[in-house]
């Protein structure tokens, strides 16, 4: 049978079906086999516990494995090894689903809260991530045996202590992150009138000038050696060289790289849809290079169920992460042997050499889609020689 000689006991009805969905996510053969080999092991052990197809539980194939490192086998498989194989018995319903669990009234908020984020915000999935996971801080700090919610009585001292608890020992952007996130709770606590007042203006500002620094760049020499660094006849060469075009030519965020899915891409029109931040549609013209760097990549990554342009290496195939763009840039720098620059510097860098060239400030702000002109406006400090030609001598400095 696919994948071992042995009978798979209960399981046997489910062996073709896993083996396909394997392959699917892009295990080779030879993994395929051996974890066919657990689907054949487990199904054995139910045969002689007489545990029928549909009563397996979490618990059981922990007590297997248990009873396999007591047996003295020398490597016995691990809970997170057979996630594969508990996710597809579960699916197929030949394993009890996993329980819920019981969700304390905190959680309960913290659900409606992440739903609020979502719907009314428009907030990206790692945006909400941060958001809630500072909320639940905050409430769970505050719980009480008559408060399970952790906002009764909250006032703005209460706030000032929490926030200067937290930003104790971060940077100045990350205080200024997390009073963003703490303002944002307060936010959805008055809107669902679990505190009388509006709280949101009593959290503290950060202290810090803004705008003090210039864009920081990257030489165009270093930027092409990163893209000369990457192997476009290897699949993991293609994608890397894919993405850094991404960043370089069209200065795209990481979570739009990452969200990019082929109907974005409109050949004929020479276009690229970018989905950005709250939830913008933006339209770029996809240069002829941008166009080769995904096509070279495409055709090597061939057909995938998933309609995401940019997919992981290795099994199971799905879906990159934002922060799997950063990770490729950090190490095509340490390859190729450059100070290590984060993906977002390449933005700049592109800002920057567009002013180089006489694009105006406004087709800058359309090119990375910036929704307030006030926010391209730092990159006006970059042009040193114009600044000069308007900076007025200083008073009593000699002429």
């Not at 009805?13 to 053969?29: D, K, S």
């Not at 029928?52 to 007591?70: N, P």
């Not at 498989?77 to 019981?102: F, H, K, N, W």
């Not at 908020?109 to 979502?118: G, N």
Request: proline fraction near 6%; include cysteine; charge should be positive.
């Amino acid at each position: 049978m696919s994948g071992t000689r042995r009978k798979p006991g209960r399981l046997g009805p489910f062996v073709e079906g896993y083996r396909v969905r394997l392959l699917e996510l892009g295990y080779t053969p030879q993994t395929v086999r051996l974890m066919l080999k657990e689907l054949g092991r487990l199904g054995r052990w139910m045969e002689a516990e007489g545990i029928e197809v549909g009563r397996l539980d979490t618990a059981s194939v922990e007590a297997l494995l248990a009873a396999r490192r007591a047996g003295g086998e020398r490597r016995p498989a691990s809970m997170g090894e057979l996630r594969q194989l508990i996710a597809y018995l579960r699916e197929v319903g030949a394993m009890q689903p996993e329980p819920a669990p019981t969700l304390t009234p905190v959680e309960l908020l913290v659900d409606d809260y992440r739903e609020w984020l979502i719907r009314e915000r428009g907030l990206a999935a790692m945006t909400v991530l941060r958001y809630e996971t500072l909320a639940r801080r905050f409430l769970t700090s505050r719980v009480t045996p008559a408060d399970e919610l952790g906002v009764e009585n909250l006032n703005g001292a209460d706030v000032a202590r929490f926030l200067l608890g937290e930003c104790g020992r971060v940077s100045v952007g990350s205080a200024k992150g997390k009073v963003a996130e703490l303002r944002s709770l307060l936010r959805f606590l008055h809107a669902w009138g679990l505190t009388p007042v509006a709280l949101a203006e009593s959290v503290p500002q950060v202290a810090g000038w803004r705008e003090t620094s210039i864009p920081p760049s990257v030489p165009t020499a270093d930027i092409e050696r990163l893209l000369a660094g990457c192997d476009r006849s290897t699949l993991d060469g293609a994608r890397d060289f894919a993405m850094v075009m991404l960043l370089a030519r069209l200065g795209l965020r990481c979570v739009e790289i990452s969200r990019l899915e082929l109907e974005d891409i409109d050949w004929r029109a020479g276009q690229l849809l970018v989905r950005g931040k709250a939830r913008r549609d933006d339209p770029l013209p996809l240069p002829d290079d941008v166009g080769g760097a995904l096509t070279g990549y495409l055709v090597l990554r061939g057909r995938h169920e998933s309609r995401r342009v940019f997919l992981t290496l290795r099994a199971p195939i799905r879906p990159i992460r934002a922060d799997l763009v950063g990770d490729v840039v950090q190490r095509l720098c340490r390859q190729i042997g450059v100070p290590h620059v984060g993906p977002h510097r390449l933005r700049h860098t592109l800002a920057t050499a567009l002013l180089a060239r006489g694009a105006s400030l406004q087709a800058i702000s359309q090119v990375l889609r910036h929704s307030d002109l006030g926010t391209t406006a730092i990159y006006a400090k970059v042009d040193l020689g114009r600044l000069r030609q308007v900076a007025q001598p200083w008073p009593g400095a000699a002429s």
